[in-house]
């Protein structure tokens, strides 16, 4: 499910949503980072599975709004260690 990108170093991901929201990224089925607002920016420098989900409020309940698929992000070996 969703994509597998290798990468020699960190990953810089980002995303715009259409209007404001609560914004969640998600590695490995774990809240990384919470954001208000319409944009997000992470630096990612560990392989393992990232996604996003965006909450809204309608009538007063947060409701969920957009779900992306988990993407592999795969970080190769320089052998010179784990990245930092």
Do not use: H
Request: net charge positive.
């Amino acid at each position: 499910m969703g994509d597998e990108i290798p990468s020699q170093g960190a990953v810089t991901l980002q995303g715009k949503f259409p209007s404001r929201a609560e914004i969640r990224l998600i590695k490995d089925g774990e809240c990384i980072k919470v954001v208000q607002g319409e944009t997000f920016y992470i630096y990612n420098r560990r392989a393992g599975r990232l996604s996003v989900e965006a909450y809204k409020r309608y009538l007063g309940v947060r409701r969920g709004w957009i779900f992306s698929n988990s993407d592999l992000y795969k970080v190769a070996s320089s052998g010179l260690g784990p990245p930092f």
